[in-house]
């Protein structure tokens, strides 16, 4: 997430062949097991002041599941992206084990898979692109009835001419070349992916690594064209401008002054506003992990917990340590601009280490929540959006990353899984399929 998760599995294109014949193996496998019979048993269970969030590395594909929960491959017609009240969804690394992966949403009786897709890992040359991982995904969730929301972020190396000594996303030099690829992505999967993501945490030079720093104009411009395409090509897909990292803070570079590396997400998102982002969205992407407060309590309520290892909403009270003040805030920020343009909340959850042997540097706050209350607040959250009123669509972060990780405790997208490093359901696994979805 942010300090927040950027997730998708980062399956590089030169290792997909491999990774295919194993996925091949795999599911074969997996036939067998689930004709078999799998034992079910009863289990449930993005920053510290700022965690950072990476993309899962997945240099060996993992085991199946083991302790897995039951799934029954029902198929279902695929939705349409038409209006609803709420969607609820689940990010997911989908790209291993695809069709397994989408029977465990459906099951959860989820409408919504979000699948991260890296442009970089995939695409070797302009108008290269190995799509066989992403084709699997979109096929196995329509066959299941879901509707797909693909998050793409990451130019590739050819289509950049800046990179510093840290290797981090960018955008393109030429967005010409960003549309041209978006325009691919519509027409191959035209009427069976339902919303698109433009970038992620663009307010972090982590996600936007350019010689001028994070631009809130730059953006826009970019967020433009990508509507433009888009809808002239499928007007059904829900575009979702990028969500920010709630970071609450502002920084730039020690050596150079005028590059800003991060930019305070409130700023940021009135930079958007006043460069009029909201002519090329039909939803604000938002994000937010609950760090180690519960999902309905504001940044100056007077809640207390002596418990709380991690103090940063006591010691240092911000809006961004707040899940409800920080959606809130967004809200007032559109409602302000005479909008009523919905968020789409395509990261959320609540963070436990529980069982995991550690927590990743800088997720402190992860020590303080068990796996109940994880499962208490995931639940919670996904009510109190849907009672809001101002969200369209809301993606729990996430599935099964623990377990197609590298399933060590440094890995900062595991402790918020709803499966463990053995794809074991965590206590929040069983609450969300038991939460009504009205």
């Given at each position: 997430m942010s300090r927040?998760?950027?997730?998708?599995?980062?399956?590089?294109g030169r290792r997909l062949i491999v990774a295919a014949v194993v996925w091949a193996v795999m599911i074969i496998a997996g036939g067998f097991c689930l004709w078999w019979g799998f034992a079910s048993p009863e289990t449930t269970e993005e920053p510290a002041t700022e965690p950072a969030?990476?993309?899962?590395?997945?240099?060996?594909?993992?085991?199946?599941?083991?302790?897995?929960?039951?799934?029954?491959?029902?198929?279902?017609?695929?939705?349409d992206a038409g209006p609803e009240a709420f969607g609820y969804g689940i990010a997911a690394d989908a790209l291993l084990l695809?069709?397994?992966?989408?029977?465990?949403?459906?099951?959860?009786?989820?409408?919504?898979i979000k699948q991260?897709?890296?442009?970089?890992?995939?695409?070797?040359?302009?108008?290269?692109?190995?799509?066989?991982?992403?084709?699997?995904?979109?096929?196995?969730a329509n066959q299941h009835g879901l509707k797909v929301m693909l998050s793409v972020v990451?130019?590739?190396?050819?289509?950049r001419s800046y990179f510093d000594s840290n290797p981090e996303a960018a955008p393109p030099d030429d967005f010409a070349d960003f549309t041209a690829f978006l325009g691919q992505l519509v027409d191959r999967y035209q009427g069976r992916i339902?919303?698109?993501?433009?970038?992620?945490?663009?307010?972090?030079?982590?996600?936007?690594?350019?010689?001028?720093?994070?631009?809130?104009?730059?953006?826009v411009e970019m967020l433009r064209l990508a509507y433009q395409t888009i809808k002239s090509r499928d007007p059904n897909i829900i575009v979702i401008s990028g969500a920010l990292?709630?970071?609450?803070?502002?920084a730039t570079d020690p050596n150079n002054p005028a590059r800003v590396i991060y930019l305070n997400d409130r700023d940021y998102f009135q930079q958007m506003i006043n460069q009029g982002f909201l002519d090329y969205c039909d939803c604000v992407g938002a994000h937010h992990n609950g760090y180690n407060i519960p999902p309905d309590v504001r940044w100056n309520d007077a809640y207390q917990d002596d418990s709380a290892t991690f103090r940063g909403f006591w010691d240092n009270p911000d809006i961004s340590w707040s899940f409800r003040s920080t959606l809130e805030e967004y809200h007032n920020q559109i409602v302000a601009a005479g909008r009523d343009t919905p968020l789409c909340v395509t990261e959320f959850g609540w963070a436990s280490d529980d069982g995991l042997g550690g927590y990743p540097p800088g997720f402190e706050f992860a020590r303080d929540n068990s796996l109940e209350e994880q499962a208490t607040y995931d639940v919670q959250a996904f009510h109190l959006m849907r009672e809001w009123g101002f969200v369209r669509l809301a993606f729990l972060w996430n599935l099964d990353y623990a377990n197609k990780g590298p399933r060590t405790p440094d890995d900062p997208n595991a402790p918020y899984s709803i499966v463990d490093y053995d794809g074991a359901p965590r206590p929040a696994f069983g609450a969300i399929g038991a939460m009504d979805k009205p």
């Open positions: 927040f998760l950027s997730n998708a599995a980062g399956l590089s969030s990476t993309a899962t590395d997945v240099t060996t594909s993992p085991p199946l599941p083991t302790n897995t929960p039951p799934i029954q491959p029902d198929v279902a017609p695929p939705g695809p069709e397994y992966t989408t029977i465990q949403v459906q099951n959860l009786g989820l409408g919504w991260q897709l890296r442009w970089e890992d995939f695409s070797p040359g302009p108008g290269e692109m190995d799509w066989s991982g992403y084709d699997a995904v979109v096929d196995e990451g130019a590739p190396a050819w289509s339902h919303a698109i993501e433009v970038w992620n945490e663009q307010n972090l030079d982590r996600e936007w690594d350019t010689a001028e720093g994070v631009s809130a104009a730059r953006y990292s709630p970071v609450g803070a502002s």
